[in-house]
Protein backbone atom coordinates (compact mmCIF):
# COMPACT_ATOMS: atom_id res chain seq x y z
CA UNK A 1 0.00 0.00 0.00
CA UNK A 2 2.08 2.95 -1.00
CA UNK A 3 -0.84 5.29 0.82
CA UNK A 4 -2.57 6.61 -2.06
CA UNK A 5 -6.47 7.67 -2.34
CA UNK A 6 -8.44 9.31 -5.12
CA UNK A 7 -11.39 11.02 -4.97
CA UNK A 8 -14.17 11.21 -5.73
CA UNK A 9 -14.41 7.33 -6.59
CA UNK A 10 -17.29 7.29 -9.04
CA UNK A 11 -18.18 10.67 -10.80
CA UNK A 12 -21.43 11.44 -13.40
CA UNK A 13 -21.54 14.48 -15.02
CA UNK A 14 -22.46 16.05 -18.34
CA UNK A 15 -20.86 17.30 -21.56
CA UNK A 16 -19.07 21.00 -20.74
CA UNK A 17 -18.98 20.62 -16.93
CA UNK A 18 -15.74 21.42 -15.58
CA UNK A 19 -14.54 18.10 -13.55
CA UNK A 20 -11.70 17.88 -10.53
CA UNK A 21 -10.31 14.59 -9.69
CA UNK A 22 -8.19 14.47 -6.59
CA UNK A 23 -5.10 12.32 -5.74
CA UNK A 24 -3.55 11.83 -2.14
CA UNK A 25 -0.58 10.65 -0.89
CA UNK A 26 0.62 10.36 2.32
CA UNK A 27 3.80 9.52 2.11
CA UNK A 28 5.91 12.59 0.61
CA UNK A 29 7.32 11.11 -2.89
CA UNK A 30 8.25 13.67 -5.14
CA UNK A 31 6.74 12.08 -8.23
CA UNK A 32 3.26 11.73 -8.99
CA UNK A 33 1.00 10.73 -12.59
CA UNK A 34 -2.37 10.76 -13.93
CA UNK A 35 -3.38 7.64 -16.04
CA UNK A 36 -6.26 7.17 -18.13
CA UNK A 37 -7.19 3.39 -18.59
CA UNK A 38 -9.66 2.32 -21.58
CA UNK A 39 -10.35 -0.93 -23.20
CA UNK A 40 -7.96 -1.69 -25.96
CA UNK A 41 -5.08 0.81 -24.99
CA UNK A 42 -3.97 -0.15 -21.49
CA UNK A 43 -3.20 3.06 -19.56
CA UNK A 44 -2.10 6.26 -21.12
CA UNK A 45 -0.34 8.71 -19.71
CA UNK A 46 -1.97 12.04 -19.08
CA UNK A 47 0.13 14.53 -17.24
CA UNK A 48 2.79 13.96 -14.43
CA UNK A 49 4.58 15.80 -11.38
CA UNK A 50 7.76 15.83 -10.34
CA UNK A 51 7.30 18.53 -7.30
CA UNK A 52 5.22 21.32 -6.32
CA UNK A 53 4.40 23.57 -9.05
CA UNK A 54 6.56 21.39 -11.33
CA UNK A 55 4.02 19.63 -13.90
CA UNK A 56 5.20 18.08 -17.68
CA UNK A 57 2.60 16.85 -19.94
CA UNK A 58 2.08 13.06 -20.98
CA UNK A 59 0.89 10.80 -23.93
CA UNK A 60 -3.06 12.65 -23.79
CA UNK A 61 -2.92 15.73 -22.27
CA UNK A 62 -4.92 17.52 -24.77
CA UNK A 63 -8.45 18.58 -22.67
CA UNK A 64 -6.60 18.20 -19.07
CA UNK A 65 -5.00 20.32 -16.80
CA UNK A 66 -3.02 19.55 -13.64
CA UNK A 67 -1.53 21.43 -11.03
CA UNK A 68 0.18 20.63 -7.28
CA UNK A 69 0.37 23.11 -5.39
CA UNK A 70 1.79 20.83 -1.94
CA UNK A 71 3.71 17.82 -1.84
CA UNK A 72 0.84 15.66 -1.36
CA UNK A 73 -1.83 16.56 -3.72
CA UNK A 74 -1.85 16.34 -7.36
CA UNK A 75 -5.23 17.51 -8.78
CA UNK A 76 -6.69 16.74 -12.44
CA UNK A 77 -9.24 18.90 -14.41
CA UNK A 78 -11.04 18.51 -17.17
CA UNK A 79 -12.33 22.53 -18.00
CA UNK A 80 -14.69 20.88 -20.04
CA UNK A 81 -15.62 17.24 -20.20
CA UNK A 82 -16.51 15.85 -23.46
CA UNK A 83 -17.88 11.84 -24.05
CA UNK A 84 -14.19 11.23 -24.85
CA UNK A 85 -13.14 11.78 -21.89
CA UNK A 86 -15.32 8.87 -19.89
CA UNK A 87 -12.86 6.57 -18.81
CA UNK A 88 -10.92 5.39 -15.57
CA UNK A 89 -8.39 7.47 -14.12
CA UNK A 90 -5.72 6.49 -12.03
CA UNK A 91 -3.37 8.02 -9.97
CA UNK A 92 0.00 6.68 -9.30
CA UNK A 93 3.57 7.76 -7.21
CA UNK A 94 7.06 6.77 -7.90
CA UNK A 95 7.89 5.03 -4.40
CA UNK A 96 11.26 7.32 -3.18
CA UNK A 97 12.94 4.08 -2.34
CA UNK A 98 12.79 2.43 -5.64
CA UNK A 99 12.96 5.38 -8.50
CA UNK A 100 12.31 3.19 -11.24
CA UNK A 101 8.71 1.52 -10.32
CA UNK A 102 5.08 3.46 -9.84
CA UNK A 103 2.08 2.33 -7.46
CA UNK A 104 -1.08 2.91 -8.03
CA UNK A 105 -4.14 4.55 -6.25
CA UNK A 106 -7.45 2.51 -6.90
CA UNK A 107 -8.69 4.57 -9.41
CA UNK A 108 -11.82 7.29 -10.39
CA UNK A 109 -15.09 6.05 -12.61
CA UNK A 110 -15.71 9.22 -14.73
CA UNK A 111 -18.63 9.23 -16.99
CA UNK A 112 -19.97 11.80 -19.28
CA UNK A 113 -23.02 12.16 -20.31
CA UNK B 1 9.81 5.85 -27.45
CA UNK B 2 9.70 2.67 -26.10
CA UNK B 3 6.54 0.50 -26.49
CA UNK B 4 4.73 -3.01 -25.27
CA UNK B 5 2.72 -5.57 -27.30
CA UNK B 6 1.15 -7.95 -25.55
CA UNK B 7 -0.15 -11.01 -27.31
CA UNK B 8 -3.65 -12.39 -27.00
CA UNK B 9 -5.91 -10.04 -25.02
CA UNK B 10 -7.35 -13.10 -23.67
CA UNK B 11 -6.33 -15.86 -22.55
CA UNK B 12 -8.08 -19.18 -20.83
CA UNK B 13 -6.60 -21.78 -18.79
CA UNK B 14 -7.53 -24.87 -16.53
CA UNK B 15 -6.60 -24.32 -12.80
CA UNK B 16 -3.70 -26.61 -12.06
CA UNK B 17 -2.78 -25.90 -15.72
CA UNK B 18 0.46 -23.69 -17.06
CA UNK B 19 0.30 -19.61 -17.30
CA UNK B 20 2.12 -17.72 -20.21
CA UNK B 21 1.02 -14.22 -21.13
CA UNK B 22 3.39 -12.86 -23.85
CA UNK B 23 4.73 -9.63 -23.84
CA UNK B 24 7.24 -8.28 -26.74
CA UNK B 25 8.88 -4.92 -26.05
CA UNK B 26 10.87 -1.91 -28.46
CA UNK B 27 13.64 0.00 -26.67
CA UNK B 28 16.33 1.74 -28.09
CA UNK B 29 17.75 1.49 -24.45
CA UNK B 30 18.19 -1.06 -21.80
CA UNK B 31 14.13 -1.19 -20.87
CA UNK B 32 12.83 -1.26 -17.69
CA UNK B 33 10.30 -4.14 -17.41
CA UNK B 34 7.19 -4.77 -15.25
CA UNK B 35 3.93 -7.11 -15.22
CA UNK B 36 1.42 -5.56 -13.39
CA UNK B 37 -1.96 -7.16 -12.30
CA UNK B 38 -5.41 -5.76 -11.87
CA UNK B 39 -8.20 -7.26 -9.77
CA UNK B 40 -12.18 -6.03 -10.68
CA UNK B 41 -12.60 -2.32 -9.61
CA UNK B 42 -9.32 -2.01 -8.66
CA UNK B 43 -6.23 -0.18 -8.91
CA UNK B 44 -2.56 -2.04 -10.36
CA UNK B 45 -0.89 -3.92 -8.66
CA UNK B 46 3.19 -4.24 -8.77
CA UNK B 47 3.66 -8.35 -10.03
CA UNK B 48 7.38 -8.09 -10.40
CA UNK B 49 10.17 -5.92 -12.36
CA UNK B 50 13.52 -6.17 -14.42
CA UNK B 51 15.92 -3.28 -13.83
CA UNK B 52 19.13 -6.04 -15.54
CA UNK B 53 19.65 -7.26 -12.07
CA UNK B 54 19.02 -10.74 -13.72
CA UNK B 55 17.11 -12.18 -16.59
CA UNK B 56 15.23 -14.16 -14.32
CA UNK B 57 12.89 -12.15 -12.15
CA UNK B 58 10.51 -13.62 -9.62
CA UNK B 59 7.44 -12.11 -8.87
CA UNK B 60 4.55 -12.21 -6.01
CA UNK B 61 1.72 -15.14 -6.13
CA UNK B 62 4.31 -17.45 -7.88
CA UNK B 63 4.49 -15.81 -11.04
CA UNK B 64 8.12 -15.16 -12.55
CA UNK B 65 9.07 -13.38 -16.26
CA UNK B 66 11.81 -14.08 -17.95
CA UNK B 67 13.66 -10.98 -19.85
CA UNK B 68 15.24 -12.12 -23.47
CA UNK B 69 17.04 -9.83 -25.26
CA UNK B 70 17.70 -11.49 -28.72
CA UNK B 71 13.62 -11.66 -28.99
CA UNK B 72 12.97 -8.69 -27.24
CA UNK B 73 10.51 -10.84 -24.87
CA UNK B 74 9.47 -10.52 -21.52
CA UNK B 75 6.70 -13.51 -21.16
CA UNK B 76 4.90 -14.05 -17.89
CA UNK B 77 4.60 -17.50 -16.38
CA UNK B 78 3.10 -19.51 -13.63
CA UNK B 79 3.39 -23.50 -13.25
CA UNK B 80 0.19 -23.75 -11.57
CA UNK B 81 -3.30 -21.40 -12.17
CA UNK B 82 -5.18 -20.74 -8.93
CA UNK B 83 -8.90 -19.10 -9.44
CA UNK B 84 -7.61 -16.40 -7.77
CA UNK B 85 -5.42 -15.47 -10.82
CA UNK B 86 -8.14 -14.69 -12.84
CA UNK B 87 -7.55 -10.97 -13.05
CA UNK B 88 -6.43 -8.37 -15.87
CA UNK B 89 -2.98 -8.56 -16.63
CA UNK B 90 -0.50 -5.78 -18.00
CA UNK B 91 3.40 -5.30 -19.10
CA UNK B 92 4.62 -1.86 -19.10
CA UNK B 93 8.51 -0.71 -20.39
CA UNK B 94 10.21 2.66 -19.65
CA UNK B 95 13.18 3.72 -20.59
CA UNK B 96 16.18 6.12 -19.63
CA UNK B 97 13.05 8.84 -18.28
CA UNK B 98 11.16 6.48 -15.76
CA UNK B 99 8.23 9.06 -16.43
CA UNK B 100 7.64 7.33 -19.82
CA UNK B 101 6.24 4.33 -18.85
CA UNK B 102 4.08 2.79 -21.58
CA UNK B 103 1.93 0.03 -21.49
CA UNK B 104 0.55 -2.71 -23.25
CA UNK B 105 -3.00 -3.20 -24.11
CA UNK B 106 -3.43 -5.57 -21.34
CA UNK B 107 -4.12 -9.68 -21.25
CA UNK B 108 -7.27 -11.00 -19.18
CA UNK B 109 -6.55 -14.41 -17.68
CA UNK B 110 -9.81 -16.50 -17.39
CA UNK B 111 -9.01 -19.64 -14.82
CA UNK B 112 -11.89 -22.36 -15.10
CA UNK B 113 -12.40 -24.94 -12.69
Known amino acids: DAGITQSPRHKVTETGTPVTLRCHQTENHRYMYWYRQDPGHGLRLIHY???????DKGEVSDGYSVSRSKTEDFLLTLESATSSQTSVYFC????????????FGPGTRLTVL | AQSVTQLGSHVSVSEGALVLLRCNYSSSVPPYLFWYVQYPNQGLQLLLKYTSAATLVKGINGFEAEFKKSETSFHLTKPSAHMRDAAEYFCAVSGDNNNDMRFGAGTRLTVKP
Open chain 1, 49 to 55: SYGVKDT
Open chain 1, 92 to 103: AIMSSGSTDTQY
